[in-house]
């Protein structure tokens, strides 16, 4: 498991390594003192130094990090995987097929899939999260929630 | 005398009805967050902070400070019950509290637990108004060296107690430092880290980040195991015995002083307080010895402490405009939201705002008090709600409130992104309390330093021409340092943690 700890160091220098390349296309310093660059640069050259000192340590250290079971099992793995997904085709179909559907279907996957709940509890849930919450949202509280891009759809009120 | 004064006129602001009604739905929301599994403060604010956009500010911060508070109360009832702390700063009261539950007697700790956080909430509010005045006019003196100052010891002081590793934890405090440079320079307004996208030209939202990090992180924790665990918790009566009431009052009066004077500290967290206090009511026992049987001291002196750490914890964001813990930092989010900076300012600018929240924190504590003896038996109820169902709705109320900050799904997609990343830092044990702070102070403390520097011509030494500036950074390098030595660092480990609150 090691090599898990040296991998996310070596994330952290990447990281480091691209915002110092970014800040030096930044001005640094200006007639009127620091500019844009000059407070990205330090912090950038200040997680490297830290990032380096972090890699080192854990690629010294013997047993601890070495000993913690890091991995969910493959099943754990999936149920993450599967909700990162779906949030994320949330994010991607929620101003195509509007909030009322897309919601209604992340819902559906995320209570009858991963929660393994009734099917009629799925869907008194979901249409409620759905299109109970668009209208409270627009009605009540004057948070306007996306609706379908796609003309069929909007023309049936989603 | 001023300070009375302007108490009453906050008093106006908190008992209208619309702002009682405010003080009211945060302090039910606060307890049900408390009370589940899974959902913290810090998300739980974050996660509500959009609502609040079309209410005016004073309604907005009082419902969300409730909120805040409101969790400490919530978080007893699993801990009492189950053996589950709700919130990190009620896992100490899991032993006493469980103790006397099997015992059947967890309804008289839920009572005394209750009692013992509205004495504790409080008193800390009662040193609020009292420190509001010197020390507002302490901080108006205070240029952009100072205030850079002020915040690198404030970061500083989170760090040294953030976490088991002091690397990881700067690592964490400049991440969210990095995430704060993202869109318009605060001093030039030019775009960086931008990528091109209009998105990013704002910043990226800290709501979002938040809500992700701590929020859909610790779901997706959860999702690890199978789902399906539902709790059955077993209710006696909540009327204390003369003698738990005669045996609280001491654990209560201390817990009050620990939590207050905790919470005034930036990095300290509520789980040390409760943790201090739990120590302290050991050492001053006649029968330490009978600690972890069930003593109602220890369920008093933590649920006050840490009830009394949460008040005292809006002492520096009030009176400084400085967040102590990353539940408040994100409180100063919204704040600024709402065009609101909270420090010195904010009592001179909008005293309304400013002492009528102080007030509503009176308020707020009288609601938790009713909403937790009477009806405990609601609270104990949510839990028997199945998590595979619970965490659909959790997460669908996320989706509404990242989008709805700015009407964007690329919020989702943020949240989404920093779920993983937040995930991923937990499992390899970094604090992610640091990033919060950072993430928010991060436009403040480059503006303070740059606007220094510019006064200066760049000349570093500016920072050593104010002996205010000079004894702030000296104190930081102390705290920076000293856990380097094992002196300091000898039973560190039980104050530090990256709990929420």
Redesign the interface.
Known sequence: MKRVYQTAGLCFVGLSAFVVWESWTLEYYTNLGPGPGFFPLWLGVVMGALSLAWFVQVSGRKGGPDDVAILPERAGILRILSTLAALAAMAGLMNLFGFQLAMFLLLVFLLKVLGRQALWVTLVVALLGSVGVYHLFGAYLDVPLPAAAVKLLANLGL | MDAIQNLLMGFAVALTPQNLLFAFLGSVLGTVIGVLPGIGPVAGVAMLI??T??MNPTGAIIMLTALFYGTQYGGTITSVLLNVPGEAASAITCIEGYEMAKQGRGGAALAIAAIGSFVGGTIATFALVLAAGPLTRMALEFGPVEFFALIVLGLSLLMGLAGK?M??A??MG??G??LA?VGM?P??G?P??TFGRMELMDGIGFVPVIMGLFG?AE??GN??????QVFAAKMSSLIPTPKDIRDSIGPILRGSAIGTLLGLVPGMTGSASSFLSYIAERKVSNHPERFGTGLIEGVAGPETANNAHANGALIPLFTLGIPASPTVAVIMGAFMMHGLIPGPFLFKEHPDVAWGTIASFYVGNVILLILNLPLVGIWVKILKI????L???I??FM??GA??VS?S??D??V??LF??IG??LR??DFPLAPVVLTLILGPLM?RS??TS??MS??DMGIFLESPIAIVLLALAAFFLIAPAFRFFRRGKGALSGDEEA
Do not use: C
Not at chain 2, 223 to 228: H, L, P, S, T, Y
Not at chain 2, 386 to 389: E, T
């Open positions: 959009p609502l956009f079309q590793s690397i990881k700067l690592m400049i991440f430092l990095l440079m320079d001093v030039r030019l960086r880290f859909l779901i997706l999702a690890e195991k199978q789902f399906g199945p998590y595979g169902l965490f659909g709705i997460l669908a989706v509404v989008y709805s009407n799904a690329f989702v997609l949240m989404t779920g993983l995930y991923l499992k390899l480059e330093l740059r520097l510019e011509q760049g």
